[in-house]
T-cell receptor, first 115, second 112 residues
Framework: DTGVSQNPRHKITKRGQNVTFRCDPISEHNRLYWYRQTLGQGPEFLTYFQNEAQLEKSRLLSDRFSAERPKGSFSTLEIQRTEQGDSAMYLC?????????????FGQGTRLTVV | GESVGLHLPTLSVQEGDNSIINCAYSNSASDYFIWYKQESGKGPQFIIDIRSNMDKRQGQRVTVLLNKTVKHLSLQIAATQPGDSAVYFCAEKGAAGNKLTFGGGTRVLVKP
């Protein structure tokens, strides 16, 4: 499968713990996005990278959230001191900038439950 | 599997009939639009896209119509099949932006 891969698929954590998610984009894609989705809502933008540079962050991304893409390939999203309100599906998407079509392809997501 | 959305607008359609899903957008500067399909427990799946210099685009069994005057987007699915049951989202990107902004979603239920 050469699509976007996210790990883990599910994560249950206690409030106050730190969690880290990983996203492996489609190999030739230079753009990588993180979104958050809660039940009944569309995905909400969190942040995006062009290669290794983090170019935009949403106001939704509090200082407890940090994302990295150190070599311009895979990315990690860390949430520190998790809160119950962080429970959501975290989606990663990748896209290729430069082509006529710039559709973003999504991974299967990481479902986070904070108890 | 886990439900994507419990309180979404729902379109019930008979198998074999055509489906039309509507989406209104607010940003007149948006220049690129995508329809995604999301099945329970899965990430959004790309269906079809359209640029603002077009008003219609067709794919396999799907057609997207764009009316920039009233900022309205629609997705038509021909001969709806049970596998089309899912939540459908429209997404838009502004000319100066780099991210997709999603609408609220519509659940499609196909009745056999």
């Amino acid at each position: 499968d050469t699509g976007v891969s996210q790990n883990p698929r599910h994560k249950i954590t206690k409030r106050g713990q730190n969690v880290t998610f990983r996203c492996d984009p489609i190999s030739e894609h230079n753009r990588l996005y993180w979104y958050r989705q809660t039940l009944g809502q569309g995905p909400e933008f969190l942040t995006y990278f062009q290669n290794e540079a983090q170019l935009e962050k949403s106001r939704l991304l509090s200082d407890r959230f940090s994302a990295e893409r150190p070599k311009g390939s895979f990315s990690t999203l860390e949430i520190q001191r998790t809160e119950q309100g962080d429970s959501a599906m975290y989606l990663c998407a990748s896209a290729y900038r430069g082509g006529l079509n710039t559709e973003a392809f999504f991974g299967q997501g990481t479902r986070l439950t904070v108890v | 599997g886990e439900s994507v959305g419990l309180h979404l607008p729902t379109l019930s359609v008979q198998e074999g009939d055509n489906s039309i899903i509507n989406c209104a957008y607010s940003n007149s500067a948006s220049d690129y639009f995508i329809w995604y399909k999301q099945e329970s427990g899965k990430g959004p799946q790309f269906i079809i896209d359209i640029r603002s210099n077009m008003d219609k685009r067709q794919g396999q069994r799907v057609t997207v119509l764009l009316n920039k005057t009233v900022k309205h987007l629609s997705l038509q699915i021909a001969a709806t099949q049970p596998g089309d049951s899912a939540v459908y989202f429209c997404a838009e990107k502004g000319a100066a932006g780099n991210k997709l902004t999603f609408g609220g979603g519509t659940r499609v239920l196909v009745k056999p």
